[in-house]
Structures are given as C-alpha cells and as structure tokens.
C-alpha cells in the first residue's frame, strides 16, 4: 500500500480527498504547512507527495525544491486552483512528477498516481491498482482532536505544559464543548496514565448521597448500605479524578471535598478508619465560580484549592477553523459504530455548517453526524440529511463583508482593516483562504 504526503491548507478540500485516497485504499498523512510537511517527512518515509501550489508559509515549488533536496526519490505532484500552463511547464521543470488542477476529477487523480509511483523505485502500478480496488477499514483510536485555530493552538499547549505536573487543574467553558476529553488527554499525558481515570458527573449526585458517592460506606452505616462500597476517591487512588460541573456540589458536599484535597485522606460514611489517597484532581465548570465566589454559593478556599492552573475549553464557534477537522472524525467515528462508509459532506453542507452557530458545540456536531451518517445513502452527506433546526438557525454573515455585490471593492475594504492580512480578510468575507486567493488573481489585486 503506498504511502501519501497530502499538504493542503484548505482544511476542507484537504479531508474531502484524504477520505477519497482512503477508499481506493491509499495510506495518507496530511499537513496544513509547509513547515508541518517538513516536519512529518523527518520522522516518516512516503512514496509519494501530493503538495498545494499556494500555501501559508510556503510557495509550493519553493517547497518541492527544499524537499527534492533531500528526498529526491519521492515523486512530488502539485495541486492548483489556477490552470496555468506555464506554472505547470515550470513545476514540471523543477522536478515535479505531474501536475493537478482543481476542482480534480477522480479519475485523473488515480491515473497521475499510478504514472508518478510506477517512475518511483519498487512501486509496480498493476499493483497499486489492484490495491485500489479493496476497501479501506478506518478505525478510529485518537480521542482528542489537536485543531489547527488558534484557540485549539493554545489548549494543546496549556494540556502539554500542565500534564506532567501534579498540579490541580480547572476547566471552564461551555456545555457539550469538550471538557472530560480535556481532561483525560492531561490523564494521557502525564505520569499518572497507567493508573486509573475516574469521572464524576456532580450534577447527577443527590446531596444527601454525595458522601457516600466520593468517599465510599460500610455495610449498615444508613438505611440501604446493604454492603461495603468503594467511593469515587479510593477508587482513583494513584490516579485522577475528574469531577464534572463542580459549582452543583451543595455548601456541605464543597466542606467534604475540601478536607479530602487538603489531608489527601477520606474516611467512608460510617467508618472510623481513615484511608490515604494518592489522587491528582481535575474539575470542570460551565459557570463564573468567580462570581459564585462572591455571592457565596461556592467557598473561596476551595476554588482556590482546585484553579492551581486553569483551561479554558473553547467553543466551536472559537474553533471555526477546526470545523471540518471535527466532522471528519466523527464522520469515521460514526462510520465504524455504524457500519458505514460514508466518505464526506457536499459542499452545500460544508456551508450549512460553517453558517450555524453550534449552540450545543461539539456534542451537538457529533449527534448531527451520526445521524445523517445513519440517513446517507450515498457517498457524501447532503442537507436533506440535516436536521431542520439548521435551516432555521443559519447565521446571517455580516452585511458589511458580503460579496453578493461589489465584491472588489469589499474584498479591498476587508484587506485594508486587516492590514493586508490575508487570513484575517477571509475570516472577515466568511470565505476560506484558497478562494480569497481566487479572487485576488481574479480582480489583479496585488
């Protein structure tokens, strides 16, 4: 099976056709930079590299040359919006095995595959065509999705810097954004990962119970204790727990918690034996504790005792760059639960979805596409599979920056607030990077 280099910055056309390089049975890493591309390609070996013509930080014939000087036995294909001959004379010129423009057809896409492996060394391209025709079995092991906003930049950061530590963590954001996955990568990531996880909805713990739920009882200690139970705390001995929406625990469940996390010891209810727990505490919040704080509904002492370091769990609107990023996991997530083979989402819904505003975040993304996973019967998600608070809650882009009309001149408008910032004028014409690009070239604007 060969092995394929995809570097694109347009995150979407990039899994579009990862996922259908996937189907003929390809194994494909990708990169969203040149730099990225350079770093896979130090510790991987590919057969082939499909590389964008335009890139952030890199001209993708810039590029090719770099590569060409140190992998020159790879065979390199350029992709480009713009059909211009003498851009593919001179890509040709410089080393590349051949040239793709887009929107691609699939077909041509194979056939530019098997010429470039069958010129590589040892790739036989009756062979790679025989692979073609087997389907692929995508398996998703990876829980946490390292997305490439700059909101998803600085959580991975923050999750690297903070696991190896013992230090007590508390993560604040919305509902449905993510927040145990946070919480058990910096379990992953520390020296506590081959210990126990456990996670505690303190939203779902009666007050009268929650006691008995963190630190355990022994048999006849209240009406019900029929036998022994091991609490929440002893259960994660050596490791984390994680306790989720803590501003619902009671005054009198906040007191308890307090006295565990400063002795590090818990004594079940109705026992005078008290036992020493080794655990690291991380919480979650989707509330100001600040505020709470201060009108007294959440000790002081105790939040200070659990915001040693804190995360903020960013909303998918924050993370709109990630947006494809997230769907295309839990497409194949939803693929492989389902027993499906859906390859990806039409265009039409790829707007839907960057126009929405996601009230539910990621757990509402990752319901949406289960579903229309379960209702596709073709290859790509198309809107009839949606459900219908999508069309009743399409965002309106902002008037000022629509490019229904006089586009030059709002495109203008828009790289003049930016400062010539280019990616920023996109975000501000609700388009991507690649069709700004497009419309620079096609109103000559420098």
């Given at each position: 099976m060969a092995k394929i280099l995809l570097i694109e910055d347009d995150v979407s056309f990039c899994k579009l056709l990862e996922k259908f390089l996937l189907k003929k049975s390809f194994e494909v890493v990708t990169a969203f930079s040149g730099s990225d591309a350079k770093d896979k390609l130090k510790i991987t070996n590919f057969d082939l590299i499909i590389t964008d013509l335009r890139l952030p930080d890199y001209d993708g014939i810039s590029l090719m040359t770099e590569i060409k000087a140190s992998h020159d036995s790879i065979p390199i294909v350029l992709m480009t919006g713009y059909s211009d001959i003498n851009t593919a004379v001179k890509a040709i010129k410089n080393g590349a095995a051949d040239y793709i423009s887009k929107p691609f057809n699939p077909e041509e896409v194979l056939l530019v595959i098997a010429n470039a492996l069958q010129n590589a060394e040892g790739i036989a391209p009756k062979q790679t065509l025989r692979e073609n025709t087997r389907k692929p079995e995508i398996v998703v092991k990876k829980t946490f999705v390292k997305g490439i906003s700059v909101a998803s930049q600085k959580l991975a950061e923050y999750i690297n810097l903070v696991s190896p530590t013992n230090m007590s963590v508390l993560i604040i954001g919305e509902s449905g954004t993510g927040k145990e996955v946070i919480a058990k990568s910096i379990h992953e990531n520390s020296l506590r990962k081959n210990t126990n996880f456990v996670a505690v909805d303190c939203g779902s713990i009666p007050k009268e119970l929650a006691a008995s739920e963190f630190f355990g009882h022994v048999k006849g200690s209240f009406t019900g204790a029929i036998q022994d139970k091991i609490g929440f705390f002893e259960a994660a001995n050596g490791g984390t727990i994680f306790l989720d929406e803590i501003g619902n625990l009671s005054y009198e469940n906040q007191i308890q918690l307090l006295r565990a996390l400063q002795e590090r010891k818990i004594k079940p209810v109705g026992s005078n034996k008290e036992i020493d727990v080794d655990i690291r505490i991380i919480t979650a919040t989707n509330e100001d504790l600040r505020e709470a704080v201060k009108n007294g509904d959440f000790r002081e002492d105790l939040y200070h005792r659990i915001n040693e370091f804190s995360i903020h769990s960013p909303s998918l609107v924050e993370r709109n760059e990630d947006l494809m990023l997230f769907s295309d996991f839990f497409l194949e997530k939803s693929n492989q639960e389902l027993n499906k083979n859906v390859i990806g989402f039409s265009d039409d819904v790829m707007t839907i979805f960057q126009n929405y505003n996601w009230p539910g975040n990621l757990r509402e993304l990752q319901?949406?596409?289960?579903?229309?996973?379960?209702?596709?019967?073709?290859?790509?998600?198309?809107?009839?599979?949606?459900?219908?608070?999508?069309?009743?809650?399409?965002?309106?882009?902002?008037?000022?920056?629509?490019?229904?009309?006089?586009?030059?001149?709002?495109?203008?408008?828009?790289l003049n607030k930016t400062n010539n910032n280019k990616t920023e004028a996109a975000k501000l014409l609700k388009i991507n990077r690649k069709t700004l690009y497009n419309k620079l070239k096609l109103y000559d604007i420098n």
């Open positions: 319901n949406c596409i289960k579903r229309a996973t379960l209702l596709t019967k073709g290859d790509f998600v198309e809107r009839d599979s949606l459900p219908a608070e999508f069309f009743q809650q399409e965002k309106v882009p902002n008037a000022d920056f629509s490019l229904s009309v006089n586009e030059k001149e709002t495109i203008l408008e828009a």
